[in-house]
């Protein structure tokens, strides 16, 4: 016989007399305590061995029974604490084999109380009873019988104790376990799942800690971590669970363990979230590379996988609102395996058996809503969505996105209906869904959607209320940083467009925001190819912003701030690039160190800007990690992220507080230096003539209701008339009497202006034009009426010498003294003449035959690679070829080189030529917009040769005739190097010098408008 056997004998023999001797003892005999007590114990230890619960059920009895048998007890018994200890252990072991609810009950309320004892002087070890109490609320937990997230709470202080306290790793191990458990118990059910305690998480970080190698207690802390971010929106939180993650995933091993699969998944959840719940790019591409790698580790037999392919098209088509990203996001959606139409009758009938095992295919119900546009199917969806939000736990995950998804689906419902009564309820759902949420965690799209139906309903009740709703939440949503920049944008400009309609007090606040937000949407791409694509998506917007901004400053009478705004939302691109490049010199001066570092990241930022993106969405070579457009992204955000810091230290430098702040009329009026600058702000609301000077405030031209639509009308002839050829009768007619039009419209009331406030003729004038007058000939308006009516027709320019600038900013740069020397520059000639360019040997000759210095460059020796490495020797460059323009890439407008090779745009605005001065750019469409561009954002190639240095520019607006470069070079450079004006720098002199070789190209016999009007002057 074993000794266990010979314990069992012993404990039957025990058992046995203490029951025969309670049989024959009364209730007051002071023996029957002892016995009892000890039956009791016997019991237990024999349970313990045999799991016989009989054995179990009479201990529990005996153990009751001795709480209750009279005073006093024989010092040898135990005491009622000691009783009380018993009776609770004997409780959780039954309760986790009966579950029934009451010993779970009972066990928690004893242990409870005993946690209140000096358990020391009762020989009771705390920690033992910290240990049981783990083990019932784990139990309860399982059972649901209380407040599951109160019991999770408790049962994660008392882990906690137990880590803290000095029994060994090993002996806590095992209570870790079962809070592990718990928190996955309550992970699991979506409709019952909270914000996990932070009390909770600071146990399983401990436990991490003394557990590294406990891969379920790494991804319980993670979870936790999850679901607190999905509530705070903490990105430590982010960080820290991904570390983890990481750790779980990467662990040594040939093949992937379950734990791995769960981190692999996790993260994947985690980089979502994030993704959806901030609108950093950098974001959206971490979660696109995440669910790229669960794709390329999970099979395709892994039910998650239709899933995974569903997000990541959804990822892909929020990369850029381009017709790329969609094409790619349809595709990967038909080949998701994602069903698109869900039965919610079933689902609503299957939601009282709701369960962590069948939940799955209500979330995808959820998830699918975007796809549900048929009637029957919405007013099913939205039954549905109600019942769900009815049965799921206040705050669970189910709740948040039912209330969601109702959010989407009553407005939809009402516009499949027209039944007010969804209308109602979407706005008090999107109400609760934005109180839940809290203002400072709310969600864009929640607000955004009660925008939208408190619009709605305004517009059919006119309820004063409900526009006062409207305008108090525009404010909140802009101003979220969570929400995209480019969503916060558009949004802005709706908010400045209804305050301005109804006269409100937020219009100026509305169109503030609005302006601020342009620059920082536009660097939401991160290349300039990607960034004109989303100018031109929503071109609307970005054309008419600051226009309107403007003219609503003029409707006010503040005329400093109507030559400030325009300047804040013009040529973005250039100003973004130009930034780049700003003067570091007062910074140096101050702070070395600072200025090198800002020298740096300036120079990595341009780099990577001015890159041809690839295709951002091109999936064709399968499931990678992160492919080099995401790695461009994120490079992209973190040198602006350390550029954002650094010039906030430069601020804070003395002297230097308004660095690369929006510049204030103090600093634009210098635009007019030289010359008056006429700024036409072409408006829908209203459209004004601004002529700043130099020496007082800026005139005012308000111009006549039908201004604003004869402009377009004059654009829309010269473009259809274009179409027929620059050489036909048609085009010459058009665009005769489109510069007639043109004088009557802007010339005479700026002429007569310019003789009100004195400016003599012959002056300099300067046109920043806006909109569709960027594309209009004004330096040519005419022919103006003599007082006669006799001699030679007169037009704007005979008049004035004009030039043209894309904003006061780029005017000012180009102003700005360059090289010390005002020697004779030489020049740079770059010709390649061709059997289609007959005439460029002649405009080489009369070049050459310049009374200065000549380079020149041509034919094999006029490469991409020579031109732009001897420009840097030259402050003159003379182009001779043909100039390419390419419908809607305005970066691939190029010069045709030897062999056909392109120096291009993007070519040139990576150069930086700080000695250039001037250029003559004598090819076709130099200083043309394709129909497809920004005008307001000048990108050409008389505006790129501005950026890399020059400070003056002659370029065309359209084809030009091969034999006019010659004489018009010839007439040209004799101007610019005669002796007539001594004194002024050589580039400065272009201007006029271009303006009377253009007078003299008009004498020419045969001679046509188109011809001479097509050369235009810009910059200084």
Request: aromatic share 8%; charged share 25%.
């Amino acid at each position: 016989m074993d000794a266990q056997q010979l314990r069992l004998h012993k404990l039957a023999t025990d058992i046995s007399f203490f029951q025969n001797t309670i049989l024959s003892l009364p209730r007051s005999h002071p023996l029957r305590v002892p016995c009892v007590q000890a039956l009791a114990i016997a019991l237990f230890e024999r349970y313990q061995i045999l799991k016989d619960p009989d054995d179990l059920d009479q201990s529990i009895l005996r153990f009751t029974e001795a709480i209750f048998l009279p005073l006093p007890w024989d010092p040898r018994c135990q005491n009622i604490i000691q009783i009380f200890f018993s009776i609770s252990l004997a409780l959780v072991h039954r309760a986790d084999v009966s579950r029934q609810p009451e010993d779970v009950t009972h066990s928690i309320i004893y242990l409870r109380y005993l946690r209140g004892q000096s358990l020391e002087t009762f020989n009771i070890p705390p920690n033992r009873v910290k240990g049981l109490l783990v083990d019932a609320l784990g139990i309860q937990v399982e059972m649901k019988l209380g407040d599951v997230r109160q019991d999770i709470e408790e049962m994660a202080v008392l882990c906690h104790e137990l880590l803290k306290s000095d029994i060994p790793t090993t002996s806590v191990t095992g209570f870790i376990v079962g809070l592990v458990q718990a928190v996955n118990a309550q992970i699991g059910r979506l409709s019952e799942r909270q914000e996990p305690s932070d009390k909770v998480i600071e146990c399983l970080r401990e436990a991490n800690v003394r557990l590294p190698d406990s891969y379920e207690v790494s991804i319980a802390l993670a979870w936790s971590l999850f679901e607190r971010f999905r509530m705070a929106y903490s990105n430590d939180d982010y960080e820290e669970g991904m570390t983890i993650l990481d750790k779980v995933t990467r662990a040594p091993g040939d093949k992937s363990t379950q734990h791995q699969e769960v981190a692999l998944r996790l993260a994947t959840s985690f980089a979502q979230a994030r993704s959806s719940m901030f609108g950093k790019p950098e974001y959206l591409e971490q979660a696109i590379y995440r669910t790229r790698t669960l794709l390329s580790e999970a099979s395709l037999e892994d039910t998650l996988h239709p899933a995974a392919i569903y997000g990541l098209a959804l990822l892909q088509g929020n990369r850029f609102d381009s017709g790329v990203a969609s094409a790619v996001q349809e595709r990967h959606l038909r080949n998701s395996g994602v069903s698109d139409h869900p039965s919610f009758q079933d689902l609503t009938a299957s939601l009282p058996e709701l369960s962590a095992d069948n939940q799955g295919k209500h979330l995808d119900a959820i998830l699918s809503i975007d796809r549900i546009t048929d009637r029957a199917e919405v007013e099913e969806a939205v039954k549905y969505c109600r019942l769900l939000l009815a049965s799921s736990h206040h705050g669970s995950v189910f709740a948040r996105l039912g209330g969601m998804a109702l959010g989407v689906l009553l407005p939809r419902a009402f516009a499949c209906t027209n039944k007010i009564e969804y209308l109602n309820e979407a706005i008090s759902v999107l109400r609760d869904n934005f109180s839940t949420q809290g203002v400072q965690q709310a969600n864009f799209s929640v607000i955004e959607g009660l925008i939208s139906s408190l619009s709605i309903r305004f517009n059919l009740l006119h309820r004063r209320e409900d526009f006062d709703e409207i305008m108090q939440l525009f404010p909140v949503a802009v101003n979220d940083e969570c929400a995209r920049t480019p969503d916060r944008f558009l949004l802005s400009c709706d908010w400045a467009r209804i305050a301005r309609n109804s006269g409100h007090s937020s219009t100026s606040a509305a169109y503030d925001c609005a302006i601020s937000l342009m620059q920082d949407t536009l660097t939401f791409a991160p290349t300039l190819d990607i960034q004109h694509t989303r100018l031109v998506a929503m071109r609307d917007r970005y054309e008419n912003l600051p226009l309107d901004h403007a003219s609503y400053h003029v409707s006010a009478g503040q005329l400093r701030q109507v030559i400030e705004t325009p300047e804040r939302g013009r040529g973005l691109i250039w100003s973004e690039m130009r930034g780049f490049r700003t003067s570091i010199d007062q910074i140096r001066a101050t702070d070395l160190h600072l200025a090198d570092g800002f020298t740096a990241v300036n120079r990595d930022l341009e780099t990577l800007t001015s890159t041809i993106s690839s295709n951002s969405n091109d999936d064709d070579g399968g499931f990678v990690r992160m492919d080099p457009f995401g790695r461009l992204v994120v490079k992209q955000r973190k040198l602006l992220d350390d550029r954002y810091k650094l010039i906030l230290q430069i601020q804070a430098l003395p002297g230097l507080e308004t660095f690369l702040k929006s510049p204030s009329f103090d600093n634009l009026h210098f635009a007019a230096a030289r010359g008056p600058v006429i700024i036409i702000n072409h408006c829908r609301w209203r459209s004004d003539i601004l002529i700043l000077l130099h020496s007082c405030s800026p005139s005012l031209i308000p111009t006549a209701d039908d201004f604003y639509g004869r402009a377009n009308n004059l654009w829309d002839q010269l473009l259809g008339a274009r179409k027929e050829g620059l050489d036909s009768n048609q085009y010459e007619d058009t665009l005769c009497s489109v510069l007639k039009e043109l004088y009557e419209l802007v010339g005479r009331p700026v002429i007569q202006r310019l003789q009100e406030l004195r400016v003599p003729e012959q002056s300099r004038v300067w046109w920043c034009p806006t909109s569709v007058f960027c594309s209009l000939p004004l330096h040519a308006m005419g022919p103006i009426p003599s007082d006669d009516g006799f001699g030679s027709p007169q037009y704007f320019l005979d008049l004035y010498i004009p030039s043209y600038t894309p904003t006061l900013s780029t005017l000012i740069e180009s102003n700005n003294s360059g090289s010390n020397t005002s020697n004779k520059p030489s020049i740079l000639l770059i010709s390649q003449p061709d059997a289609s360019l007959p005439g460029a040997r002649g405009e080489m000759r009369a070049v050459q035959a310049t009374n200065t210095q000549v380079t020149t460059l041509s034919s094999s020796m006029a490469t991409p690679t020579t031109v732009l490495e001897r420009l840097r020797d030259h402050r003159f460059a003379h182009i001779a070829c043909h100039g390419i323009l390419e419908l809607g890439k305005p970066f691939d407008a190029s010069f045709k080189l030897y062999r056909d090779k392109r120096l291009s745009l993007l070519d040139i605005v990576r150069s930086q030529l700080p000695e250039a001065e001037f250029a003559f750019l004598s090819a076709c469409h130099t200083a043309e917009l394709t129909e497809e561009s920004i005008a307001d954002e000048a990108l050409h190639l008389a505006a790129a040769m501005q950026y890399c240095g020059f400070r003056s520019v002659v370029g065309t607006m359209w084809a030009m005739v091969d034999g006019d470069g010659r004489d018009l070079a010839r007439n040209f450079y004799k101007q610019v190097f005669s002796g007539r004006k001594q004194g002024e720098r050589y580039y400065v002199r272009t201007a006029e010098a271009l303006r009377d070789a253009v007078k003299e190209l008009r004498r020419k016999r045969g001679m046509t408008l188109e011809r001479w009007v097509n050369f235009v002057h810009y910059g200084a």
